[in-house]
């Protein structure tokens, strides 16, 4: 069965992300007073898996709750939304996919600012549908989001792969009936299972 729908992760995926977000933690430690016990190859490795997990690697939740700190974070997407900058393999891949008559939805944690920063980008037209945080379903790679979207778009779950940067992006399609694809672009990951595993966007080409 052919894929016809490319279901995206945002951040780190559509967005180099990462690079902002590192400056994001460091300006929150440094206004709270809070000690940075991890590298920034160490710390962008964490980011990585999840901002959770980040995090908890860094030991902070002695001294503040992570939902005062992801607050805090996703208030500095909102005032750094014009910062954000796609990777040009990412708009490739979306112009391909689109050019042969297939679609591209995002499915992200990001709340409703990932639109206007999709919009900022130039690169809004290109998606049918934006899964963003505000809908309020469990987060990757529970399974809800992505069943959501199917039904409410009636597609058939067979005919659709989830890309991202993070091992959660995967199985989240993976859990769904879908297929898994995961950008594994620094080696991070070699010994996670996915149903594909690829270094570059412009490899995910093969598969539709």
Not at 99 to 121: A, C, F, Q, R, W
Not at 126 to 147: I, M, R, T
Not at 186 to 204: E, N, P
Request: proline content about 5%.
């Amino acid at each position: 069965m052919s894929i016809d729908h490319l279901i995206f992760d945002f951040d780190g995926t559509i967005s180099n992300s990462y690079p902002l977000f590192l400056g994001f933690v460091h300006e929150y430690a440094e206004k709270n007073r809070l000690p940075l016990s991890m590298t920034d190859a160490e710390l962008f490795y964490a980011l990585n898996i999840t901002m959770k997990d980040a995090f908890e690697k860094l030991g902070w939740e002695s001294f503040v709750s992570y939902d005062a700190f992801i607050d805090d974070f996703h208030q500095k997407q909102i005032d750094h939304a014009l910062e954000f900058r796609p990777f040009p393999e990412a708009i490739a891949l979306l112009e391909y996919a689109k050019s042969i008559g297939k679609k591209n939805y995002i499915y992200t944690h990001t709340g409703p600012i990932v639109s206007e920063i999709l919009k900022n980008m130039g690169i809004l037209h290109l998606f049918e549908f934006v899964l963003d945080d505000s809908y309020g379903f469990p987060a990757k790679p529970c399974p809800d989001a992505l069943n959501f979207l199917a039904q409410r778009l009636s597609l058939d779950p067979a005919t659709c792969m989830m890309i991202g940067d993070r091992p959660i992006d995967a199985h989240a399609g993976m859990n769904a009936g879908m297929i898994g694809c995961l950008w594994d672009a620094y080696g991070f990951f070699g010994d996670v299972k996915v149903d594909h595993r690829v270094t570059s966007l412009a490899q995910i080409k093969q598969f539709i």
